[in-house]
Nanobody, 123 residues
Framework: QVTLVESGGGSVHAGDSLRLSCAAS????????MAWSRQAPGEEREFVAS???????RTAGSVKGRFTISRDNAKNTIYLQMNSLKPEDTAVYYC?????????????????WGQGTQVTVSS
């Protein structure tokens, strides 16, 4: 059983930055591919970024160059640094863990999810 807890969301203005954190407990965190996804009101959940156990990252085109995913295996934590935020980035952001080691951009590959943290960007 893996438990994920996100934090760091909030209400900001366009152009501001936020850093989200996701703390994991249970399982063997250092071996798991991890990901961030988001869901805006009335929209489907979408992939944002992922990171393998070794640090290889993938980032969605809509946030490439603005968002950066990273991990600290010593702290069992992943991060999402979000810069140059836009109103269209407004969503609930979720982190996820893939205990089977597949990872990647397909959200169905991920087995455990956090409860989410709200990010609201005003113009």
């Amino acid at each position: 059983q893996v438990t994920l807890v996100e934090s760091g969301g909030g209400s900001v203005h366009a152009g501001d930055s936020l850093r989200l954190s996701c703390a994991a407990s249970g399982g063997t965190f250092s071996r798991y591919p991890m990901a961030w996804s988001r869901q805006a009101p009335g929209e489907e959940r979408e992939f944002v970024a992922s990171i393998t156990w070794s640090g290889f990252t993938r980032t969605a085109g809509s946030v490439k160059g603005r968002f950066t995913i990273s991990r600290d295996n010593a702290k069992n934590t992943i991060y999402l640094q979000m810069n140059s935020l836009k109103p269209e980035d407004t969503a609930v952001y979720y982190c996820a863990a893939d205990i089977h080691g597949v990872g990647g951009t397909a959200l169905a590959a991920y087995d455990y999810w956090g409860q989410g943290t709200q990010v609201t960007v005003s113009s």
